[in-house]
């Protein structure tokens, strides 16, 4: 009787322990898939660009460096609320043909949205598919702002082509009147941003502008 009694409680402890280890290894595979999953939400996340004429005015020839820096920290402050922002150049909704800007004479200045903001690597660029190297001007916890002097980009303008449409017209109803020859997207010049992070996706922006009387 006594060794019967032995012998269950040694199965009952191999029992507890193996119900133990089984438990153990549970929580840790959950544990693990947790902190996969976050890694690959962080990974997804895009950061955001925008891109302004300097004091938002195109015809702007200000140097006073103290006046651009306090428009800078506002637009900066607006930015975080998270508000659109109608200013915003890649928006492509200007008066010029197809939405472009109209006859632009000013340095431009792209802004670049981390996120997430504990990101800490330098964001690489190419305007029109040429690496654009100049380091950011301002920086705070989250964004880099770039300055692209009027006399770089004019002279990096180059034509639509067929291989912008579908990134420079994302509305479906205009690349449905484009494939129906309704619309003229070869329209103006760009300037097509190339922005990318190791680990997030890449992005694509353009400015679009025309120049007439």
Not at 53 to 73: A, C, F, G, H, V
Not at 142 to 169: G, H, P, T
Not at 176 to 189: M, S, T
Request: proline share 3%; aromatic share 12%.
């Amino acid at each position: 009787m006594n060794l019967q009694y032995i012998l269950l409680g040694l199965i009952l402890i191999i029992s507890c322990k193996s119900n133990t280890n089984k438990d153990e290894k549970e929580e840790k595979l959950i544990e693990e898939s947790n902190k996969e999953e976050e890694v690959a939400k962080e990974n997804s996340k895009e950061f955001i660009t925008f891109c302004f004429y300097q004091l938002d005015d195109k015809y702007s020839n200000e140097n006073d460096s103290i006046k651009i820096q306090e428009w800078i920290k506002k637009e900066s402050d607006i930015i975080k609320t998270g508000k659109l922002n109608s200013n915003d150049l890649f928006d492509h909704n200007a008066g010029g043909p197809n939405g472009a800007e109209w006859n632009a004479g000013t340095h431009i200045y792209l802004v670049i949205q981390q996120s997430p903001p504990s990101v800490t690597e330098n964001p690489k660029i190419w305007i029109n598919g040429k690496p654009f190297y100049d380091k950011s001007i301002y920086e705070s916890k989250d964004l880099k702002w770039f300055l692209i002097r009027k006399e770089y980009w004019y002279n990096q303008l180059r034509d639509v082509n067929s291989a912008d449409i579908k990134d420079l017209y994302p509305d479906q109803e205009i690349q449905n009147a484009i494939k129906n020859e309704e619309y003229e997207p070869y329209v103006g010049q760009v300037l097509r941003f190339d922005i990318s992070y190791e680990n997030l996706h890449r992005i694509t922006k353009y400015f679009h502008v025309a120049y007439g009387e």
